[in-house]
């Protein structure tokens, strides 16, 4: 906020006392009448009307330009009855908070002849307090005072500014205030929104000084903290009592500070009362939730364990409570491992968890991608995401969701999944007696519980063609109607497709239609297979690992070099989902911290079936750690790279660099074959 006397009536600020004007005040006030109209009849530029504030003269054209005349006043607009208690219920919170401040500044202003009103953030009159006098100019509750129904005044000001400003006489645009004296401040919500704003206005501009805006501010910002805690402590009662999930909320040093009844509900048996605990009294693995806390980021979906109730697991969410930007406290949401955390939601609780934050991936292929589905984000068109089953299709999906609608449902329906003769009353729903064993009292399809959210219809190419059409007339009417139903429902939902198959061959081949083709590919994302990804590989392996010892609470292992290299010249046919499988298998079967060639899979061992003796792990070591495996290059290049380099350490001898790499000597003539490499040029 600009400082005070920066926000005053240039007339405040030139009298001497609050009940006296002399003669160089008069021809202050003279002069800026005579600018006023000299400005409004053009007869001198805005730069030349200088005696009063920029932003002034600015709402004098502006109110001028809205048809208004200075010397003619017209009683402002009254909101009709129905509009105006509709309003006035949606502001009560806010009136509410407001009336007592209004009332303290009624007691302190009772001898000097003034107004008191709060407005909303349009300008419209909410509540007006007389401290003395008669109110000669329509100030009433439902009026609308604005540039363009009364001109420049200092509330409408204060809106537009967002800032304290004091008007005085003349400064106001129409000449039956050229007696009155306005000083208003605003009233912001926690978000930063403007709720409102707080004037105090006397009939006589010699009964105002700059004591009378640091009032009207000092006043407002009282109303702003009371305003902006009790809709915090009340939204926090309606979080706390309105849900089924236990919620703990606990300040920056892990004290509970708050539990709710399904809080309280889980542990009254083995802990009577949550208040005043440390977080570390409750769970089991204290070092992962301070980790998580250490993050200052929501964090979705971590499995913990309660001290003193072992034998059940919950999904922890934690959220960050933030005042003005700093960390001070979070909310904790707790469910019983077997039912499904809502996050994203709003019917039936369907959930999305990843962000693009949580798609891991630097290489070029993946950095182009993100970029990409991020920018897809910020339309409403329909997305097509292809690629080979296993590399993160559904990822994206959920990612463009929580980017472009996150507060909405994110439903998925597998279309290979769903019988042929269930799908549509899957995906439209159903009336009560539309078919045999159908409920009784019918049931909304995936379309319809996908309102103001994501539809995903993963495996796209699998929908029978008979479907296709019905598909396709809901995409261009967004209308649906329910089996056995007779009316239409409107639907409002954004559609993202995937499928590991070429549509355009199913196209050609009559098993996809082609109009319904280019109606869900507005947008196209093709994902790359995990062997093309580069260095994803080597990221992808170290964030597994990472996620799996968090989640199961123990000590992150070290993947040695010789079994890094391994992973990486598999080819990875299922591609993440592979990777995720070997990696939870490899976590299993260590024993001492290091996950060596033995731990992995045999299916991945088949690649590898040399034996590999101690020194030859030393030399796989040197190689594995060079910049080789650092580089943003497909996996295929590293391979090739570090044969060349295994060659070049045995002195070319194929039968030593098949057991550097960990390949049979058939094996690795084949790669140097395929490489175009020559054994007697490496480097």
Known sequence: MKPLEHLLSPIINNLNSITTINENDKILIGKIKKQKMDLLQKKITPSQADLVRPEIVESWIRSSENGLDPLVYNDPPLMDALSFDKRIKEKDFFIQTANPYIAQLENMLSHIESYIFLTDEHGLILRVVQALGKNNFRLTPGTIWTEKTIGTCAHEMCIQLKTPIQLCGPEHFCRIFNNISSSSAPVFDSNGNLEGTLTITSPRFDRQNSYS???AVIMAETIQKEFQLSVNRELFHIALTGTEDAIIMINKCGIVQKANEAACGIVKHVI??????????????????????ETEKPNINTNIKLKKIKQKSFSLFIQPIKSESIIVGYLLTLKPINQPLKISQSCNGFASRFTFDNIVGTSPQSVKLISLAKRYARYTSNVLIQGESGTGKEVFAQAIHNESRPDGPFVAVNCAAIPKNLIESELFGYEP????????????????????????????????????????????????MRLGGSHYIPVNFRLITATNKKLLDLVEKDLFREDLYYRISVFKLNISPLRERGSDVVQLIDHLITAYANAEGIDKPTLSNTAKYILLQYNWPGNIRQLKNVISYAMCMHTDGIIYPEHLPDEILNTASTPISEKDVVEIESLATSDVLTNTVSVKEMEKEVIKKALHSSDNHVRDAAKIVGLSKSTLYRKIKEYGLDPNDTL
């Open 213 to 215: 805006l640091g009032l």
């Open 272 to 293: 009577p009362n949550l208040i005043g605990l440390q977080i570390g009294d409750i769970f089991e693995n204290q070092l992962l939730v301070n980790s998580i806390l």
């Open 433 to 480: 007696g539309a078919f045999t064993g159908a409920e009784r009292i019918g049931k909304p399809g995936k379309i319809e519980q996908a309102c103001d959210g994501t539809l995903f219809l993963d495996e796209i190419g699998d929908m029978p063609v008979e479907l296709q059409a019905v598909l396709l007339r809901v995409l261009e009417d967004k209308m649906i």
